[in-house]
């Protein structure tokens, strides 16, 4: 069985540009969740996919979206990039019953 | 709204026992869980709880107390490869919602 697959692992990007950032999830897994995790802090929630819909929203911007495709792999957009937008994007995947999350190694992304 | 507290800092040495509390504050309630990440890497699942008492796994306990709200994770025969953060998450009426995290570093 797969595991949690994120693509790049790191990137760069200057403030003003978008950024795409994408998670293959764990075989038999149709739920992907994203989280924002800032230095030194606890990952935030940022929304969750299930069957190509999004199925709950954290305390993000609209410049904040995502996708999920028939296969459960998703995308995570970000508009219009800012300083603090700098941080590990995890993605997680998981039944639909929130438990037993599987994490993928995260992107690391640098606004500059 | 949910609230999750958990200290930030701890140090403990190399095969002590080291008890890592975690207190939270939900509108619903799906279980408690523990992860342990290494820095730059992503968290690792540890131990689940849903209903109260000590769950023992290996050298990792994780302990529930609904009516507190209050959780531990309970580290015994400290490797120096257990230095990592902690963090605790709770899943109630949304996916996990994560704590700040606890770093801990284990000395010789």
């Known amino acids: 069985e797969t595991g949690v697959t994120q693509s790049p692992t790191h990137l760069i990007k200057t403030r003003g540009q978008q950024v795409t950032l994408r998670c293959s999830s764990q075989?038999?897994?149709?739920?992907v969740s994203w989280y924002q995790q800032a230095l030194g802090q606890g990952p935030q929630f940022i929304f969750q996919?299930?069957?190509?819909?999004?199925?709950g929203r954290g305390n993000f911007p609209p410049r904040f979206s995502g996708l999920q495709f028939p296969n459960y792999s998703s995308e995570l957009n970000v508009n219009a990039l800012e300083l603090d937008d700098s941080a590990l994007y995890l993605c997680?995947?998981?039944?639909?019953?929130?438990?037993?999350?599987?994490f993928g190694s995260g992107t690391r992304l640098t606004v500059v | 709204g949910q609230n999750i507290d958990q200290p930030t800092e701890m140090t403990a040495t190399e095969g002590a026992i080291v008890q890592i509390n975690c207190t939270y504050q939900?509108?619903?309630?799906?279980?408690l869980f523990w992860y342990q990440q290494h820095a730059g890497e992503a968290p690792t699942f540890l131990s689940y709880?849903?209903?109260?008492g000590l769950e023992e796994k290996g050298r990792f306990s994780s302990f529930l107390s609904r009516s507190k709200g209050y959780s531990y994770l309970l580290l015994k025969e400290l490797q120096m490869k257990d230095s990592a953060s902690y963090l605790c998450?709770?899943?109630?009426?949304?996916?996990?919602?994560f704590g700040k995290g606890t770093r801990l570093s284990v000395i010789a």
């Open positions: 075989s038999g897994h149709n739920t």
């Open positions: 939900t509108s619903g309630f799906n279980g």
């Open positions: 997680a995947s998981s039944l639909p019953d929130n438990y037993g999350y599987t």
């Open positions: 996919y299930y069957r190509e819909e999004e199925n």
């Open positions: 709880n849903v209903l109260d």
């Open positions: 998450a709770n899943s109630g009426n949304t996916p996990l919602v």
